[in-house]
């Protein structure tokens, strides 16, 4: 057990994979998960006897893209009062309800295909295009959602510290140089994109080597401001939504260790195979005292940061146990998969009906989904031998029991389908908790045979064994984290059928996008022509082919509505 964890205390690391407008369904998950240990917290400070005497805490979360600005808000969370959503699905929550809770506030009632199809951005005549979508109503969200009114009390299910890891996609690059023997005594030169800013939020300053500090007595402070930048930059779908700026100190660069293979050697009872060996960046001789860089989408590049939040629970000790009756710290990814559809085998025909355009589009989505694959830790995620690594996606069943291909609504056009329908983001937020429920019931517990043995529950006695654990599959269990208070109670999904869009709805975002793409194709080119004629020229035909573009996003949305069956 590493030095700086608790006795008796299961630690957790959650890893929030990026989802788009399915970022929802990530929220309601988190939401459920608070719940669920306050209202275990609860029942131990009644001191009846009642609760699981074991305590569970949230040691790190790491994030990419809607994940990573999920992570954000449950930070600036932590430190203020908040209440849960509990009144789906039968009624819509009161505007009180909604402003205590800064998940569905900033995930479910605050973005909207509207404010993203607005043009705040290109007001001035003289403003460049940044992106295909309106980002200005992203600023007040963040500045609204990482914002708080402090308690001065430190959550008792939350680590001290707690670590909290974006992951960003650095469009400037931290240079290396590897060095060959040769002739021409020259290296390589080689340039990491793949980039993370940590934070740490703690009552006192760690004093970290690469770590931003976040007081959680005061959201005013530069650091506070860093992370809604930054939880801006995680977020920024390249394209779609403006990059950001951001800056850091160099030295940030020079303590990052890699992890380099070695023979393996035996410490501790494990065999070490892995070794994090600390490699400095070549910057440039002249540079200043700051790191400036834009940057977009961490999901681009690290899409599910499992071994920042991994390294960070193994603390000194390098590894956590996976089998049952040692394990003591576990990985928890939350990703929504927002598109569900199954892979097609492209014809031969097909194949060879190809043009420069979809060549190119091909290519960025190859480049994203080659960063993004880790089998090594999705597998691990998925066995059921391992009770370190657990893996929360969405699933829902239909009517008639069989599960549904499709199970959140935002998973259409690419997990920008929740922006166009709050009843969409309703439905994924209350998937999510309903999710979130069965997870803690049925899936996150340790056999009881094996717990005996395992030393978080070394202040069990036979008693607590048999009256805190059930039955799953003809085994007694324990569960990590009890259904407790309102906890227990059944969390039921939104209806899909109560969902669908129709045709008003559509002809509404079909004008609005018309809109939005006049305003982008006239700016794109006042920016690139000058001449006052070819710009006029060019305008005109611009202004004959729109109508064919709008139809053609329109036609994509369409079937993908149809597809997913909801449309009217």
């Given amino acids: 057990m590493p030095p700086e964890q608790e006795n008796r205390t299961f630690e957790i690391g959650l890893v929030m994979a990026g ?20 209202e275990w917290q609860k029942a131990k400070d009644a001191g009846e006897g009642s609760a699981p005497i074991h305590d569970v805490k949230i040691k790190v979360i790491s994030g990419a893209s809607a994940g990573g600005m999920t992570g954000a808000i449950f930070t600036a969370m932590m430190n203020e009062e908040f209440s849960h959503i509990t009144s789906l699905p039968g009624k819509e929550p009161t505007r009180d309800e909604i402003n205590r809770n800064k998940l569905y506030k900033s995930w479910v009632d605050d973005i909207d295909i509207r404010d993203l199809l607005e043009n705040s951005d290109l007001k001035e005549r003289n403003s460049s295009v940044k992106s295909l979508l309106d980002s200005s109503v992203l600023d007040e969200i963040a500045e609204s959602a990482v914002s708080f009114s402090p308690t001065q009390e430190w959550k008792p299910y939350i680590s001290k510290p707690f670590h909290l890891y974006l992951t960003l996609t650095n469009l400037q690059g931290v240079p290396y140089d590897i060095q060959f023997q040769g002739n021409t005594g020259r290296g390589h030169s080689i340039s990491q994109h793949t980039d993370f800013l940590h934070f740490v939020l703690s009552q006192n300053n760690p004093e970290l080597k690469e770590a931003e500090w976040l007081d959680p007595g005061n959201s005013n402070t530069k650091n506070w401001h860093l ?38 050697k ?45 390294r960070t629970l193994a603390g000194k000790q390098g590894f956590n146990p996976r089998k049952p009756e040692s394990a003591e710290r576990a990985v928890i990814m939350i990703d929504p998969f927002p598109s569900e559809k199954k892979t097609e085998m492209k014809s031969q025909e097909e194949l060879e009906n190809y043009d420069i355009v979809s060549i190119f589009t091909e290519l960025f989505g190859s480049l994203m989904s080659q960063a993004r694959f880790k089998p090594d830790e999705l597998m691990l995620a998925n066995s059921d031998s391992i009770y370190s690594r657990y893996l929360v996606a969405p699933t829902r069943r239909n009517p008639d029991g069989t599960k549904a291909n499709y199970p959140i609504a935002s998973g259409f056009l690419n997990g920008f389908g929740g922006f166009f329908s709050k009843k969409f983001r309703m439905h994924d937020f209350q998937l999510g908790r309903r999710n979130c429920q069965q997870f803690l019931r049925n899936y996150l517990s340790i056999p009881v045979d094996k717990a005996r043995q395992n030393p978080v529950f070394a202040d069990y006695t036979e008693a607590d064994f048999e009256r805190f654990s059930f039955q799953k599959d003809g085994t007694d269990i324990i569960p990590l984290i009890p259904l407790m208070g309102s906890a227990k109670e059944e969390v039921f999904p939104l209806g899909w059928n109560t969902l669908k869009l129709g045709s008003r709805e559509l002809e509404e975002l079909k004008s609005l996008i018309s809109n939005r793409t006049k305003v982008v194709i006239n700016r794109l080119i006042e920016q690139y022509v000058d001449d006052g004629f070819t710009r006029w020229l060019a305008k005109r035909i611009a202004g004959l082919k729109r109508g064919k573009i709008v139809d053609a996003i329109m036609e994509k949305i369409n079937t993908d509505l149809e597809e997913f069956d909801l449309k009217s």
């Fill in 19 to 38: 989802a788009v407008s399915a970022g929802a369904y990530t929220a309601g998950v988190i939401d459920f998960l608070l719940q669920a240990l306050e």
């Fill in 266 to 310: 035996e410490s501790d009872g494990a065999a070490e195979c892995v070794r994090m060996v600390n490699i400095k960046p070549a910057w440039p001789a002249d540079h200043t005292d700051r790191f400036n860089f834009l940057s977009v989408d961490g999901g681009v590049m690290d899409n599910e940061p499992m071994e920042l939040a991994r």
């Fill in 227 to 264: 992370l809604k930048r930054t939880a801006l930059a995680t977020g920024a779908f390249p394209g779609g939504l403006a990059p950001r700026q951001l800056q850091r100190n160099f030295d940030h660069y020079e303590f990052r260790s890699w992890p380099v293979p070695q023979r393996p």
